[in-house]
């Protein structure tokens, strides 16, 4: 199906273990994103990639590591979960480019508890 | 450095009442985009509206309506006659220039809760 999937929807894990969080995208938006929601927070920027193999920092990188070898997926990983970083996290995509701006169009989101 | 503002943390209010959510924006920038997003009970981010920084007219969609006033760095999103079916956190959030419109930055969000 055409959109932006993320997997899993949820995950439980515990402290200290490697976490990857999956998102793919049919559109072939140049841009993709990582959030993070928590409550009080409203939704803080983890990472950016504006293209394959180019990704940038967001808010709040720390004890986060992502890579985009190709332009449809961008994976999240947490290298040494923490219990800071249960949340919920979202993948957006973005055409970008010159001419007019689009908006961002979100994934359904992955649930993260760390035990 | 951008930021946005939702002073409203919760709203409770009765079906049919109409309901203002406020946002207030700082950018340097001149130009930029203004965006409502919804999150209703099943999570999934929904977007409602763009708007760019040289066009202040208002915005009226069905029940919505957008006040956008750059006197003020205002971007107000008001309900007429709510519904149950509004229940939901709302974000306000811009992209300058500045960033390349590449990044989103959000409010903390305003929940709205419409009881029948």
């Known amino acids: 199906d055409a959109g932006i999937t993320q997997s899993p929807r949820y995950k439980i894990t515990e402290t200290g273990r490697q976490v990857t969080l999956m998102c793919h995208q049919t559109?072939?938006?140049?841009?993709m994103f990582w959030y993070r929601q928590d409550l009080g927070h409203g939704l803080r920027l983890i990472y950016y990639?504006?293209?394959?193999?180019?990704?940038d920092k967001g808010e709040v990188p720390d004890g986060y590591v992502v890579s985009r070898s190709k332009t449809e997926n961008f994976p999240l990983t947490l290298e040494s979960a923490t219990r800071s970083q249960t949340s919920v996290y979202f993948c957006?995509?973005?055409?970008?480019?010159?001419?007019?701006?689009?908006?961002?169009?979100f994934g359904p989101g992955t649930r993260l508890t760390v035990l | 450095a951008q930021k946005v503002t939702q002073a409203q943390t919760e709203i409770s209010v009765v079906e049919k009442e109409d309901v203002t959510l406020d946002c207030v924006y700082e950018?340097?920038?001149?130009?930029?985009?203004l965006f409502w997003y919804k999150q209703p009970p099943s999570g999934e981010l929904v977007f409602l509206i763009r708007?760019?920084?040289?066009?202040?007219q208002n915005e009226i969609s069905g029940r919505y309506s957008w006040n956008f006033q750059k006197s003020t760095s205002s971007f107000n999103f008001t309900i007429t006659a709510s519904q149950v079916v509004d229940s939901a956190v709302y974000f306000c959030?811009?992209?300058?220039?500045?960033?390349?419109?590449?990044?989103?930055?959000f409010g903390k969000g305003t929940m709205l809760l419409v009881s029948p």
């Open positions: 950018t340097r920038d001149t130009t930029y985009y």
């Open positions: 990639s504006a293209a394959a193999d180019i990704t």
């Open positions: 708007r760019n920084s040289f066009d202040e």
């Open positions: 959030a811009l992209s300058t220039r500045g960033s390349g419109y590449s990044t989103l930055t």
């Open positions: 957006a995509s973005f055409r970008g480019g010159g001419g007019s701006y689009n908006e961002q169009f």
């Open positions: 559109w072939s938006h140049s841009y």
